[in-house]
Structure formats: C-alpha cells, structure tokens
Nanobody
Framework: QVQLVESGGGLVQAGGSLRLSCLASGRTLSRYVMGWFRQTPGKERDIVAAITWSTSRQYYADSVKGRFTVSVDNNKNTVYLRMNSLKPEDTAVYYC????????????WGQGTQVTVSS
C-alpha cells in the first residue's frame, strides 16, 4: 500500500512560482510512476506531469511544458512539482498519484492541495 500526502499549495500572483510536495510512504516505491494531476470544478482530472521513480523519466502535458518541473528525492521519499510562470488557468486542486510502472490506472491518490493564481 502506498500513502500520499501533498503540501505546498496556496495563493500566488500570475507569473509567480510554487513548489508542491508529495510525501510517499510504502514499500518498493521504485516500482512506481508518480503523477501530478489537477482538477477544476465541473471538469475531469487531467494529468499535468509524471515521473518514473526508478529512472526519473518525465512526462509533461503540453500546457505546462517549459514552466513546470517534476522531480523525486529518493532520500526523502518525496516527489516535487515546481511550477513557474504561473497563469490564472493553472488554478486547480492538484493531486499526487501513484501507479505501478506498466499499469494503466493510477491506484493511489493524495488528498489534493489547492493552487490559486490571481491575475
């Protein structure tokens, strides 16, 4: 079982930066792919970025390429999402998720953290 706890959300002006953290607990985390998703009211939850824990291979949605960076700290069992040049349209609840590498669906989810970008 993997448990995920996000932190680092908040209110920031457009053009500013935030760093989200996701503390993961559980065995054999190296087997997992870690994803960051976001969701706004009335819309589906969309993937923003992902990273493979063992290889640090990364994926980014087109909307965040060049602005967001996902990384892992193995010593701290923590996944980060560094968000730069934030835009009002980045406002959402951000979720950390985990799935076993090779599986289709993310099966473990954090509670979410609110990010609000003011114009």
């Amino acid at each position: 079982q993997v448990q995920l706890v996000e932190s680092g959300g908040g209110l920031v002006q457009a053009g500013g930066s935030l760093r989200l953290s996701c503390l993961a607990s559980g065995r054999t985390l190296s087997r997992y792919v870690m994803g960051w998703f976001r969701q706004t009211p009335g819309k589906e939850r969309d993937i923003v970025a992902a990273i493979t824990w063992s290889t640090s291979r990364q994926y980014y949605a087109d909307s965040v390429k060049g602005r967001f960076t996902v990384s892992v700290d193995n010593n701290k069992n923590t996944v980060y999402l560094r968000m730069n040049s934030l835009k009002p349209e980045d406002t959402a609840v951000y979720y950390c998720a985990a799935k076993v590498a090779g599986e289709k669906e993310y099966e473990h989810w954090g509670q979410g953290t609110q990010v609000t970008v003011s114009s």
